[in-house]
């Protein structure tokens, strides 16, 4: 099962993955991390609202909720990655020549989530359940400025993980590009919604980062104290 399949799968997703983002919120022991280690929180919620918006269609007493809960659907999905990720590598970031290159990327991503949300209010978006997968058809959009923003929307929120200086990142980048590929290659036309579930599961590699981070901080402070006893004595 995966969590983009089916209502109760994507509600069983929800729940694994918000646990994995409270573990991780756990193990920020820097300012700088919180808005990378909110990751999986946000994920975890946006299968939460695909979990109802799964619910909704196979009830058609809820049908009122539908338009809502496919809005806010596609918020998370389009509009908030493209600024979330390069925004959270740009926090951690502390060489200068990185930086410069991380805020390019989240002006690019700004813009797609601009284009994103002129989308959202210009047209309109039916979802359709077929093939075990939820189809978002975005009604009259522009296909050619759609294909450009895709571009960008996928190097926005990718390509900060291998410009970032912080160690483990390009594993994540690596897993995410092979997350992206296969769904485009096996689900193409269910990318919105079957690309969110790979990328979800990426956040156990978050947690990992920056647990990994956390048992050098401890290290480098032990070593720290240890040396300022020594010149001490």
């Not at 020549?97 to 047209?123: D, M, P, Q, R």
């Not at 947690?207 to 001490?232: C, G, M, P, Q």
Request: charged residues 10%; glycine residues 4%; aromatic residues 18%.
């Amino acid at each position: 099962l995966s969590m983009c399949f089916s209502a109760g799968a994507s509600f069983v997703g929800g729940v694994v993955i918000s646990a994995i983002g409270v573990a991780t919120i756990i193990k920020v022991h820097k300012p700088s991390q919180i808005i990378f280690a909110s990751i999986p929180l946000f994920f975890g919620f946006q299968q939460f609202v695909e979990g109802f918006l799964w619910y909704i269609m196979q009830h058609p007493e809820f049908a009122e909720y539908q338009s809502t809960f496919t809005i806010a659907f596609m918020i998370m999905a389009q509009v908030f990655w493209p600024m979330m990720i390069p925004l959270a590598v740009l926090f951690m970031e502390t060489n200068r020549k990185k930086k410069k290159a991380l805020w390019a990327l989240l002006a690019a991503g700004l813009s797609v989530s601009f284009f994103y949300i002129y989308c959202l209010l210009t047209f309109r978006v039916i979802p359709e359940i077929s093939g075990y997968h939820i189809y978002y058809n975005v009604q009259n959009n522009p296909k050619v400025l759609s294909i450009i923003a895709f571009g960008l929307y996928l190097i926005t929120s990718i390509t900060p993980l291998f410009v970032s200086s912080i160690k483990k990142t390009h594993l994540l980048g690596i897993l995410m590009s092979l997350s992206c590929l296969i769904t485009i290659i096996f689900f193409t036309q269910y990318l919105t919604s079957v690309w969110c579930f790979f990328a979800a599961l990426i956040s156990a590699v978050i947690y990992w980062i920056l647990t990994v981070s956390k048992r050098k901080y401890k290290i480098d402070k032990l070593y720290y104290s240890a040396h300022r006893f020594e010149i001490n004595v």
